[in-house]
């Protein structure tokens, strides 16, 4: 069992950046897969980015590769989300992540989806035009 606990949401103007933070508490930090995925009103939650146990491999979503970049620090238990050059079509509900099996991976009506055991409350976030 993980708990994940969201922060560093908020309301920022297109072109902004804000840095997205999730603890995590329970089992052993570095035996979980961790992502972010994110969810915009009367949408799906949509995969974001994803990061392996150790951290060495990333992969992003189309929509943010080369904007958001997924990091996690082993010494503090937290995994980040530095988004930058932000868009409206940014602004949702962010939610942080985590499986020790790894995501599974589904596609929904062209929405990529990742699948995690353990999901944080999420943080929302506004981008203003």
Do not use: H
Not at 33 to 54: C, L, T
Not at 76 to 103: R, W
């Amino acid at each position: 069992q993980v708990q994940l606990i969201e922060s560093g949401g908020g309301l920022v103007q297109a072109g902004g950046s804000l840095r997205l933070s999730c603890v995590a508490s329970g089992r052993t930090f570095s035996s979980y897969a961790m992502g972010w995925s994110r969810q915009a009103p009367g949408k799906v939650r949509e995969f974001v980015a994803a990061i392996s146990r150790s951290g060495a491999n990333k992969n992003y979503a189309d929509s943010v590769k080369g904007r958001f970049t997924i990091s996690r620090d082993m010494s503090k238990n937290t995994l980040y989300l530095q988004m930058n050059s932000l868009k409206p079509e940014d602004t949702a509900i962010y939610y942080c992540a985590a499986d020790p099996e790894g995501p599974s991976i589904s596609i929904l009506e062209g929405v990529t989806m990742y699948e995690y055991d353990y999901w944080g409350q999420g943080t929302q976030v506004t981008v203003s035009s």
